[in-house]
């Protein structure tokens, strides 16, 4: 990962989050999605995903069901909560400011 | 490989405390790691190749064990209400051994009833001695405190 990780790991909540707005889904699910959807620049850590899971969980943005799987490990299913759509929304419009902001800061285009 | 898989996840979390978080997150990182392993082989990755990329994308497990362990294990405002909640309930236990005593005196001297006077020197004896017993069962400072020590002892095999 050669970008700015930085500035991505502190929107890794939301990441996920939109993601999970669209359907339910597991770690490695999840990793993928990000993966493709970023042109295989982003492949996130498990430990980081295991902690955001947490983080999530705790601020009721999400909940766990266990799937029904025969063989290998059970997996733990995440289903986004309806505060989770809020916080969503919320950080969404956050981000948008703050690229506004130092868009226009930094003499890129804001419109 | 997937044993090689599990053998390497337990090393990393061989010193953690043995809560029921740290079984869950053993569990998710066994599932996910498996999930890529499956994956990157399904894909035509080699096994050596794919393991590698899985170990390696693990991260920093440690960071994840320290967060977890203090919420359960120490936490300074829990600890001092429950000392101060055992400073009362020992304070109580106290107060009754007394009351007991002095119920005696109030029923043999003031009201003459001694033959009686045993009955509430040993109620108040009896509910003290369990608020005692009460206090040391379910107030325990002293072990949220000894717990923290050897967790984040770094461990990093690869």
Redesign the interface.
């Known amino acids: 990962m050669s970008i700015a990780s930085d500035l991505i790991r502190g929107n890794t909540d939301m990441i996920i989050l939109a993601h999970l707005s669209r359907r339910d889904s597991y770690g490695y699910e999840i990793n993928k999605m990000i993966q493709q959807a970023s042109g295989q620049r982003l492949e996130l850590k498990e430990a980081t995903l295991y902690g955001a899971f947490r983080r999530l969980e705790e601020a009721g943005s999400i909940l766990f069901y266990w799937g029904d799987e025969q063989t290998g490990a059970r997996r733990r299913y995440y289903r986004i909560t309806s505060a989770g759509r809020a916080a969503l929304e919320q950080s969404m419009r956050d981000w948008t400011e703050a690229k506004e902001i130092i868009d226009s800061l930094i003499g890129g285009k804001t419109e | 490989m997937t044993e090689k898989i599990k053998a390497h996840i337990d090393r990393l979390l061989q010193d953690a405390p043995k809560t029921r978080r740290i079984e869950e ?1 053993r ?10 392993y ?2 990157l082989t399904a894909s035509g990755v080699s096994p050596e190749e794919a393991f590698a990329s899985v170990i390696s ?5 440690d ?2 064990i320290k ?2 362990s203090s919420e359960n294990v120490f936490d300074p405002g829990k600890a001092e209400k429950q000392r101060r909640d055992k400073a009362v309930m020992i304070g109580g236990a106290i107060m009754l051994f007394f009351l007991g005593l002095m119920s005696i005196i109030v029923f043999d001297e003031v009201l003459g009833l001694e033959n009686l006077a045993i009955l509430p020197f040993f109620t108040c004896v009896g509910f003290g001695v369990a608020l005692i017993i009460f206090a040391n069962m379910t107030q325990q400072p002293v072990k949220y405190e000894k717990k923290r020590i050897p967790l984040w002892k770094k461990s990093k095999p690869t």
């Open positions: 997150m569990e998710e990182l066994l599932s996910g790691c498996l999930d890529k499956e994956d994308g693990i991260g920093d497990v960071e994840l967060n977890l």
